[in-house]
């Protein structure tokens, strides 16, 4: 099997796309258990792309459920360097309005119920740097993709990722507003941490669907609105996917790639054997 060298994160309908060659599906197993379902892997412009559903195909598992140890290690052990993730997400501000386009470079954690994010601990302590959660190159090759199809883009904003699955109370979303955040979802973490300990570049593609709650001068949002303007942000989604992979690849010296060689404190005959292997797995070169 040759590898695949970016992995596309999101909805369960972006794997299938116009004129895009579906080579094989892919069922993993991982040190951490199964990811969200099978990998697909495609050809794009010469390119190798692994595309998993975050949710599964059909949409069965929570954001609070979802194996991202296993999704992350599934892609780096196919291979992948660079991750494109999709999500969709509210707003928390007035100008950035449903359907526009979002490439957030700040997460604040309001997540409460996931253990599992980190590849590290049971005997294997590692601290990385998390200052910047995205790569900035990632981020840059993007944003003229977006702009260049005449989408309204946002750029340096702050993500807010709750716990899910209920949205925001009413305080809470105007409590996030005050913070300076420009829009929230439930998926960005510990997705984007894990990328980073498995030295893959991460940005993340954010569309957005709703105000969240706290605009109450908005006109009531419907489930019809809501849909249609997911169905709509898919669409460029797709589009977006089979113009920008192919640009993909490069990024040998970029930072997330070496994210992890000064990070392990544990010296090397303390580690726990076990642990020790399953981080292998994902980081030979540690
Ligand atoms: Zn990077």
Same mark, same amino acid.
């Given at each position: %099997? ?25 069922? =993993? ?7 969200s379902d099978t ?31 296993? #999704?992350?290690?599934?892609?780096? =052990? ?49 601290? %990385? ?15 003229p993709f977006i ?6 883009? @946002? ?25 300076g955040a420009g829009?929230?979802? %439930? ?19 954010? =569309? ?9 001068? @908005? ?5 019809? =609105?809501?849909?249609? #303007? ?34 392990? %404190? ?21």
């Amino acid at each position: %099997m040759d590898k695949a060298t970016v992995g596309i994160i999101g909805g369960s309908g972006l794997y299938e796309i116009e004129g895009v060659e579906i080579l094989e599906e892919i069922s =993993m197993e991982t040190p951490w258990g199964s990811p969200s379902d099978t990998i697909t892997i495609a050809q794009i412009g010469g390119i190798r792309a692994a595309f998993l559903p975050r949710h599964g195909r059909g949409h069965f598992i929570l954001p609070s459920e979802v194996n991202s140890r296993a #999704n992350i290690a599934a892609l780096k =052990m196919l291979g992948v360097r660079e991750i494109l993730a999709f999500s969709a997400v509210g707003s928390l501000k007035d100008e950035i309005r449903p359907r526009d386009f979002v490439i957030p470079s700040q997460i604040i954690d309001r997540t409460k119920d996931r253990p599992a994010s980190s590849f590290f601990g049971e005997g294997v302590v590692a601290h %990385m740097s998390f200052a910047d959660p995205f790569c900035g190159r990632l981020c840059k090759i993007i944003e003229p993709f977006i702009a260049a199809r005449g989408l309204r883009l @946002h750029t340096d904003e702050i993500l807010v990722c709750i716990e899910g699955p209920a949205f925001s109370t009413r305080a809470e979303s105007r409590l996030y507003r005050s913070w300076g955040a420009g829009i929230i979802n %439930m998926s960005v973490l510990p997705e984007a941490k894990l990328a980073r300990e498995a030295e893959i570049c991460y940005a993340m593609v954010c =569309m957005a669907t709703d105000y969240d709650c706290w605009k109450t001068d @908005h006109a009531d949002v419907t489930v019809d =609105m809501v849909v249609g #303007n997911l169905n709509a942000n898919s669409a460029h989604a797709k589009a977006l996917i089979r113009e920008i992979v192919p640009t993909l690849g490069g990024g040998a010296d970029c930072s997330c790639r070496s994210a992890m060689r000064y990070a392990v %404190m544990t010296a090397p005959a303390k580690r726990n054997p076990e642990t020790w292997a399953k981080i292998k797995t994902i980081l030979p070169e540690l």
